[in-house]
């Protein structure tokens, strides 16, 4: 407490004042609740911009505006590659939106979540449920519990109903390369990822997803996001979008360019459709803002459209309702592509889904309230403000050419969601700048080998303009480019695999500096002990393996698909990388006591384990709940199956499966793997707290608050031992510092920087 305040508080007060009051006088209820002045949502000036340009049906204004007015509902989205996301699907219905059926609070009944009629296989809901009632009800309570426990261990994530649109109508598949622009917080990117894994019996999918931001605070933001789906085919990078590097990767021993076959383009904007949820919109918002924004826009939409292969779809979406950064920014690009790209016709393809078509005349109004029509009416002075871009092409047969029509616009009253705005593009052609590039890859295209090791420079290239890095490419055989760049001079200078960080002044003034990405060599000592210990199978791809140091031991070991692994041998000079990788194995202090050095991690083990042929458990359901409700059990406290498959095994990393029983439909029916650790008489997994409260309510059972007696998690069950655990040498070894769990921070590789 200040000198100042301490003085306050020890003057006399005036009379009244301890009520609440001055000077014995009331102040204004409504200034006072909830410690805030209500934020009138109220603002002339939006209002007499919208009607003006007629976005909104005629008679549905009142409902538009009372619309924004209301609060936003809530919505989740279950992930769609995970294999238990229709477990997770149906304990969601049949448990816990079952019990809200006939509750009440406070006298009044409680609205059930909803699905999303448009969102593919019933994978997305929405709820009006507000926190002040979630805490009033045990039901609710336990709901919220379930869903920030899912969220938090990747099985569920909370996103707005119209931030799912534009992923869906990338129409992405496993095989793509994809390229995220804007991609912070992240929400739309777990989409992407959870499309790669459609197929979850394909640890590695063909293709990838770049994640981009310029903010870098944001990039680790990104990171956390990202890493809850525990993918090999994602990395994350730090550049300002519409300048982001051109990238290139090996072919046969030549370098090509890199084009995307998919990518999203959810652009900064004024966010005046997200009203319901920022209520400072209403009292900031003019079109200042919109005008400011438009050339930015412009030029990261620019960009992408560069980078997208022909055949390629390039999504652009605003939270925008303003034509300005809706409809003029893809009208220019149309018009500056020159036929190379075309709208597609999306009407079709999200079935349930209600929205406006894109306008084809609009005005521009400065914040002041003066309108124009054109560019030929905008005076000298506000040149610098208002663009020709701005505003509908003039030519009229060219403009209906462009179908702005098929652009989409989302009003929140149609069905209770936020504003939006998405236009779906489909590359003809290179751009008229640009000389001929690949066609977007074909499903049956064979996957290309990427060269076993490449040296790398660390000298950091700033982006330059478009036409200068495009005016260093030349085409190739079969009509690819193919970049001629002179031999860096330090490339020889450095070690084989390893990718620095490219060394940036400003980035070590307001950034975070980066461990590099060293790949492990084939002759690298410290592989054969693991292969041999697991049993490993010949095609595991030890290439895409990584470590984060070039000094001292390597204590986290990460993998990364041969496609990023490409990526990152080819760019480190040229690219900030922020993270990549999924963590596979950890050392263990004293590991070679127990045959290998490393223990399996549980974030890469469904990655991992189709190459693991050795230290495999098959257990049964009541198997996992002991194991996960017991800190180390005994052998002889497992099934008998699973007893005589341990019994024998030498000390150290197991892998615990359990297959679901199709006899058995009340059984879990959905497969589980664990990572463990098998100690002198006992046995224990390693898996963070939520990802173990998640597999025991799959299996019916409810954790009472996470308390443990005796070494034991209280569930619903009851599920006790009569024995305390045993704390032999290898269960002391794993808790001490021998094997950390997954869950401790200070990884060199986490999503959050050490500060």
Known sequence: MGRRERGRRLQ??????????????????????????E??????????????????????????????????????????????????????????????????????????????????EGL???????????RKSPLLAKLHQFLVSETECGNISRQEAVSMI?????????????????????????????????????????????????????CYLLVHQAKRLSSPCIMVVNHDASSIP??????DGRKEVLFYDRILCDVPCSGDGTMRKNIDVWKKWTTLNSLQLHGLQLRIATRGAEQLAEGGRMVYSTCSLNPVEDEAVIAALLEKSDGALELADVSAELPGLKWMPGVSQWKVMTRDGQWFAGWD????????????????????????????????????????????????????????????????????SEPRETRASSSVGTTERNPGDPSELDGQLTTGAGGSEVTHSTENTECNEKKDGVCGPPPSKKMKLFGFKEDPFVFIPEDDPLFPPIEKFYALDPSFPRMNLLTRTTEGKKRQLYMVSKELRNVLLNNSEKMKVINTGIKVWCRNNSGEEF????????????????????????VSMEDVKTLLTQENPFFRKLSSEAYSQVKDLAKGSVVLKYEPDSANPDALQCPIVLCGWRGKASIRTFVPKNERLHYLRMMGLEVLGEKKKDGVILTNESVTSPEQPENDEGAEQTTQDACIPDTVTGDPAAAEPSR
Request: proline share 9%.
């Open 595 to 618: 045959d290998c050095a490393f223990r399996l991690a549980q974030e890469g083990i469904y990655t991992l384990y189709p190459f693991i042929n050795s230290r495999i458990i098959t």
């Open 166 to 218: 534009p992923p869906l109508l990338l129409n992405v598949e496993p095989h793509h390369k994809i390229l995220d622009m804007c991609a912070a917080p992240g929400s739309k990117t777990t989409q992407l990822i959870e499309m790669l894994h459609a197929d979850m019996s394909v640890p590695f999918p063909e293709g990838f997803v770049i994640a981009n931001d310029v903010d870098n605070k944001r």
């Open 124 to 134: 997305a809901w929405h709820t009006n449920l507000s926190r002040k009632i979630l």
């Open 39 to 120: 934020i009138i949502k109220e603002n002339k000036l939006f209002e007499h911009y919208y009607q003006e340009l007629k976005i909104v049906p005629e008679g549905e204004w009142d409902q538009f505006m009372n619309s924004l007015r209301e609060p936003l509902p809530a919505t989740l989205r279950i992930t769609g590659y995970k294999s238990h996301a229709k477990e997770i699907l149906h304990c969601l219905k049949n448990k816990y939106f079952k019990e809200l059926e006939d509750l009440e609070v406070d006298g009044q009944k409680v609205e059930v979540p909803q699905p999303l009629s448009w969102y593919p």
């Open 377 to 444: 009416e905008v005076p000298q002075g506000r040149h610098t403000q208002i663009r020709p871009t701005m505003f509908p092409p003039k030519d009229l047969e060219k403009l209906r050419a462009m179908h702005l029509e098929r652009c989409l616009r989302i009003l929140p009253h149609h069905q209770n969601t936020g504003g939006f705005f998405v236009a779906v593009l489909v590359k003809k052609a290179s751009m008229p700048w640009n000389k001929r590039q690949p066609k977007v890859q074909s499903k049956s």
């Open 12 to 37: 006399p007060q005036p009379e009244g004042a301890e009520d609440g009051t001055e000077g014995g006088s009331k102040r204004g209820q409504a200034d006072w609740e909830g410690g805030y002045p």
């Open 246 to 251: 051109r990238l290139t990767v090996d072919v």
